[in-house]
């Protein structure tokens, strides 16, 4: 009897030590969240949704270089955002996004090729706000990331609307000017 009870222990031990820790079960109830606002936040294709990601990836490139006041990486970012702009397949997407998307997409190559021709950086910022409001329009129109970005501004940066986007929540202001790098805070997520 003795062995017996010390078996069904052992059995509910072994059984208890397979299933999942509280830290897998939580990152798998992640996954399953993330999955379900994929299903849910974008009703772009598939194709589009990539192409997006990419040029917001050329964008926070741009971003980091004027922040960091770099005017050469700036002139070759601007280039490579410029250039994404055209490996959207727009027409996947429905008339009225095509005719949104083609717009947005025309900002912004004239301003990332305005930006490419400037030597300072002042000059380059008043040409990456212009973009900014450009992609600020098109993630709040097409949802098209899965992780959160952020909407920054700083009242006291003196140029334009003073937005921009971000991946992180800690402020780096890209306009600087007389206000500083940590000038900003989060008007909105999307």
């Given at each position: 009897?003795?062995?017996?009870?010390?078996?069904?222990?052992?059995?509910?031990?072994?059984?208890?030590?397979c299933?999942?820790?509280?830290?897998?079960?939580?990152?798998?109830?992640?996954?399953?969240?993330?999955?379900?606002?994929?299903?849910?936040?974008?009703?772009?294709?598939?194709?589009?949704?990539?192409?997006?990601?990419?040029?917001?990836?050329?964008?926070?490139?741009?971003?980091?270089?004027?922040t960091?006041?770099?005017?050469?990486?700036?002139?070759?970012?601007?280039?490579?955002?410029?250039?994404?702009?055209?490996?959207?397949?727009?027409?996947?997407?429905?008339?009225?996004?095509?005719?949104?998307?083609?717009?947005v997409?025309?900002?912004?190559r004239?301003?990332?090729?305005?930006?490419?021709?400037?030597?300072?950086?002042?000059?380059?910022?008043?040409?990456?706000?212009?973009?900014?409001?450009?992609?600020?329009?098109?993630?709040?129109?097409?949802?098209?990331?899965?992780?959160?970005?952020?909407?920054?501004?700083?009242?006291?940066?003196?140029?334009?609307?003073?937005q921009?986007?971000?991946?992180?929540?800690?402020?780096?202001?890209?306009?600087?000017?007389?206000?500083?790098?940590?000038?900003?805070?989060?008007?909105?997520?999307?």
């Amino acid at each position: 009897m003795y062995r017996f009870l010390l078996l069904v222990l052992f059995a509910l031990v072994m059984f208890a030590s397979c299933g999942p820790t509280e830290e897998e079960q939580a990152q798998q109830q992640q996954r399953e969240q993330q999955l379900q606002n994929q299903q849910t936040t974008s009703s772009l294709p598939y194709n589009f949704r990539l192409e997006m990601e990419n040029l917001l990836d050329h964008y926070f490139d741009l971003k980091d270089a004027i922040t960091s006041a770099d005017t050469d990486a700036a002139r070759d970012y601007s280039e490579q955002l410029a250039e994404a702009t055209f490996d959207a397949p727009q027409d996947l997407l429905e008339p009225e996004d095509q005719g949104f998307w083609v717009g947005v997409a025309r900002i912004i190559r004239t301003e990332s090729e305005n930006l490419v021709e400037e030597d300072t950086i002042e000059e380059q910022r008043i040409y990456f706000e212009r973009i900014s409001t450009a992609m600020i329009r098109m993630v709040d129109e097409f949802n098209p990331v899965q992780y959160t970005l952020y909407l920054m501004e700083c009242d006291e940066a003196g140029i334009g609307d003073n937005q921009w986007l971000s991946r992180e929540e800690e402020v780096l202001n890209p306009y600087q000017t007389n206000a500083g790098s940590g000038c900003g805070e989060i008007e909105e997520r999307f």
